[in-house]
């Protein structure tokens, strides 16, 4: 008797602990999966893909979300990336950066029932949402900046490709440069690649030499060459994408921030919530904090200055100043 009990007792243990594993693994199932496409620097660029990246670890430890990634240097192509995402069964599949467009649509024609995510470009397939960015908003305040903080009255901006998208950083800053200060002149240069930081460093430093006292790049990693340039020569920077105050502490003023990790948490947070994405277009301005810039370092404006700042900020989120874009 004693034996057919202890039978029973590990019998129903064994049942429990069946249970418990069909219970966990039914969990897991139930737990959103991301996927993301990085941009073609991919991790380590200190700016784009790393802020994307880390909105998505931040979803994964407060969303309770899984998630994985490819970069284009592992993969080959953008569509051979996506592929594999998708067919690893997750929910969302994301595609960071205006130079995946093309082959992020093939994969989405080819997968017409999976939600996808476009970030800096726009896709009317309808199982495509698109963020972008009003990157000029930003710009134009770390323009603004500029134009208080140069003493030469020539300011540099050194873009990563001559592009649409870039282009709007570079209209941005040129028209805040000129809202308070009429006189400066604006250098532009574009470097073609987002991810060679000595090639930033050499544009900058020719920068640098004609006059340039406050420089600003949008270029990825490239831009970072551009920023310990200007602090190796004694002269002011502005990052990009998030705040880079700590790759240059003794040259950079502000970051113009692309809130690129807020825009994919609350995205993800979303789909959680309602279990699907509607293609749609989505913009973040200054109004839904989707640009701005960090805090203000390494330079003090006057109180006229500060006030000057506050509202050309107040007047670009009211409409009341627009931005002429190319």
């Not at 495509?128 to 134009?147: N, P, R, Y």
């Not at 250098?187 to 073609?192: D, L, S």
């Not at 090639?199 to 970072?224: C, H, N, R």
């Amino acid at each position: 008797m004693k034996r057919i009990m202890n039978m029973l007792v590990i019998l129903f243990l064994l049942i429990g602990s069946l249970a418990g594993c069909a219970n966990s693994a039914l969990k897991a199932k139930e737990r959103v999966k991301i996927g993301i496409m990085l941009s073609d620097v991919g991790l380590g660029d200190q700016s784009f893909s790393d802020a994307a990246f880390a909105g998505l670890a931040k979803a994964r430890e407060e969303l309770d979300i899984i998630f994985d990634y490819r970069e284009l240097q592992s993969v080959g192509t953008y569509e051979k990336g996506f592929t594999e995402l998708v067919e690893d069964g997750n929910d969302i599949v994301i595609g960071l950066g205006f130079m995946v467009l093309e082959d992020l649509e093939k994969v989405a024609k080819k997968y017409p029932e999976q939600q996808f995510i476009l970030v800096d470009s726009v896709s009317e397939l309808d199982n495509i949402t698109s963020i972008t960015f009003k990157e000029e908003q930003g710009s134009f305040l770390a323009g603004a900046v500029a134009g208080m903080a140069s003493k030469s009255n020539i300011v540099g901006f050194v873009g990563g490709a001559d592009v649409p998208l870039i282009h709007k950083f570079k209209v941005g800053f040129e028209q805040g440069v000129k809202a308070v200060n009429p006189v400066a002149e604006v250098k532009a240069a574009y470097a073609n690649d987002f991810g060679n930081a000595e090639l930033g460093g050499k544009i900058a430093s020719g920068m640098i030499d004609e006059g340039a006292d406050v420089l600003y790049a949008a270029a990825g990693f490239t831009g970072v060459g551009v920023l310990k340039e200007a602090q190796s020569k004694k002269k002011f920077a502005i990052g990009v994408d998030s705040d880079q105050y700590f790759f240059a502490e003794k040259a950079i003023i502000t970051s113009m921030l692309k809130n690129v990790d807020v825009a994919l948490y609350e995205t993800v947070k979303e789909f959680k919530a309602e279990d699907q994405l509607e293609g749609k277009q989505i913009e973040l301005g200054i109004n839904e904090k989707g640009v701005g810039l960090a805090p203000i370092r390494v330079i003090k404006l006057t109180p006229e200055q500060e006030k000057r700042l506050e509202d050309l900020e107040s007047k670009l989120s009211n409409n009341e100043l627009s931005i002429k874009l190319d």
